[in-house]
């Protein structure tokens, strides 16, 4: 009887060793399951991040690109909705939109490596919109993915997108009577 209890203290039973097992694979699930959480919420702050960086640049440039009332106006200010990057109006200084590689930083053709789609529209507005007796547009600059959102439209071969839903930034620039003048405020939402 001594025997059988010095041996039964040694070691594990078959029973207890299966329950070690059970306890180790349901953490390791669970383990593998964070990580996977871990790593999706990393490429949508990434993608967040370069989508913003993108609106933020656009928005760089349309702030610096002269709006002024007796004088040479950005050919980009003109109202309108621009959507292509490589077919920028003569002139201007605003050229961060279209398929955008970030990357590269740069517009890039359709078809080819891009990852986001920046655009922007120019709307027109009166004192009756802004402030008494002046004119100007609000600047609607908009980041989203290049590809579909559809899981039936992107392929294997497709990077997956990286942005939720797309940013909106806003701005709005007064016709100024000389080119130091504007009045410009960004809003998000």
């Not at 594990?12 to 990580?35: D, K, N, Q, S």
């Not at 490429?43 to 967040?48: L, P």
């Not at 640049?57 to 621009?82: F, H, K, M, Q």
């Not at 490596?113 to 004192?127: D, I, K, L, Q, S």
């Amino acid at each position: 009887m001594t025997t059988l209890k010095t041996r039964r203290s040694r070691g594990f039973t078959l029973v207890e060793a299966l329950v070690a097992i059970g306890i180790l694979a349901i953490a390791g699930t669970g383990m593998l399951r964070l990580l996977g959480t871990l790593a999706q919420t990393n490429q949508q702050v990434s993608g967040e991040t370069e989508g913003l960086a993108l609106a933020t640049r656009l928005l760089a440039e349309i702030e610096n690109a002269p709006y002024v009332r007796n004088g040479r106006t950005d050919p980009g200010l003109v109202p309108g909705a621009y959507t292509n990057g490589l077919a920028a109006p003569g002139g201007s200084l605003i050229r961060s939109y279209g398929l955008m590689n970030p990357d590269s930083l740069t517009a890039v053709a359709p078809g080819g490596n891009a990852v986001y789609r920046v655009t922007y529209e120019v709307v027109p507005w009166t004192g009756v919109a802004g402030p008494a007796g002046a004119d100007g547009v609000d600047i609607v600059v908009t980041v989203d993915n290049a590809t579909a959102r559809d899981a039936d439209e992107v392929t294997a071969t497709r990077e997956p997108t990286r942005l939720m839903r797309a940013i909106r930034l806003a701005t709005r620039r007064t016709l100024a009577d000389s080119p130091t003048a504007n009045d410009a405020g960004v809003l998000r939402w």
